[in-house]
């Protein structure tokens, strides 16, 4: 008797039940619908999309503490790790730069504030206060000072990412001076820890279609699709630009690792889809971190230089900043000279490494930086209220990939790639296994064996008393 073939409603529901990618899909699309023709009950539902976002945010510090303080162990070598941290830094800095420079050059040949003739006097500045909360953006010395702990408990209680990371290198940093044989529980332990908190994330990402629908319905309902009309050339000129960043930027994934980008958005796709429809990259950080794992990316690189990235690599936002920057000057009537608009690079160089984390970001900077200019009317950042928010999706997907580019790049130089096992996942050889489900990430303790990794990435099996 011939088996029976599963009709096409069948196949459909199973598909809807087991894939990520899918549920996000329609949730994205039904939050949309109920945004536009019921305003209201997408702004009652946008708890659902803030409550998801507070649990993520709520095992990320743990998560980092363990994979780097796990990573530093297995590694077996700190001056490797500073290394990593240096090269991270330095592709950083010049991965931002880049994106101002040309976010800088796409306003001056598009010009999307011309002809608006805006009187900066008639715009309400008391709205960008009450957009940011009157905050202000540390300054270079407060940023560094503030990424040194001055509390173990106070470092993940206010879920500082930079704080959580110096605590890790240093007990990461002691388990190696100890050795195996002066504490031979701890590694195991934090072992342990780090399988609970990916087992958790599992449970949390069985709400992200939740997540989506709340956060989607809520951006439609309150902002419309009225703003599109409004602001569409600067939208769109953003959006463009950010295309070319990632056009350019997997241009220098394959030079540098022979890696396609493509092939590593089609891999993530489910995280991609999730972190724009909630518009924030932390919801996907954890899945971010196994998936980088699992493509050959070693534990140490992964745990340094992506939650790293959150703070000094914010290429999405470096290219709005520029652009918006020009797009407000041109809206008021102010043509910036050459030597004005070098000011401009520099001042978001310094400003945009202490966005993260800090409410309504985005306007403290460029609001700095028309005081610095001393030409643009302080008020003029007003006309970006109303946009601010769609730009996050061109933030968020710029800002995500350029952080994962920036593991596999940083990886392959310090050679903490396993190339051969990356090429086989983003072909789609080898599946992705949650680390919650999958036997490697399983804890060492009771087989008192861990598996430690070499500098050049082979690993190796150290017996442990």
Known sequence: MPPSIPSPLRRAARLLR?????????ALLLGVLVGRLWPGVGTAVQPLGDGFVRLIKAVIAPLVFCVVVTGIAKAGNLR????????????FEVATT????????????????????????????????AKTGGGELPSTSEFVLHALPDSAVGAFAENSLLQVLVLACLVGAALLHLGHTKVPAILPAVEQVQDIVFTVVGFVMRLAPLAVFGATAHLVGEYGLGVMSTYGKLIGVCYAVALLFLALLAVALKAVTGLSLWKFVRYTREEMLLALGTASSETV??????KLRQAGARDDAVGLVLPTGYSFNLDGASIYLSIATLFIAQAVGVDLSLGQQITVVLMLMLTSKGMAGVPGSAFLALSATASALGVIPAGAVALLLGVDRIMDSMRVATNLLGNCVAV???SRWEGALDMVRAKKVLGGDI?????????????SGDSKSSVDTKSSGEPRTESLP
Do not use: E, H, Y
């Not at 087991?18 to 329609?26: A, K």
């Not at 950080?285 to 196994?290: E, G, L, S, Y």
């Open 18 to 26: 087991t894939s990520l990618f899918i549920q996000v899909t329609c």
């Open 80 to 91: 490797a790790f500073g290394r990593i941290g240096l090269k991270a830094l330095i592709w």
């Open 98 to 129: 880049f994106a101002l420079l040309i976010g800088l050059v796409a306003a001056n040949l598009v010009q999307p504030g011309a002809g608006m003739n805006v009187d900066a006097s008639k715009l309400d500045s008391s709205a960008v206060a």
């Open 285 to 290: 950080m954890p899945r971010m971190m196994q």
């Open 408 to 410: 596999f790049a940083v």
């Open 431 to 443: 599946p992705f296994v949650p680390d919650d489900d999958d036997p490697r990430t399983q804890s």
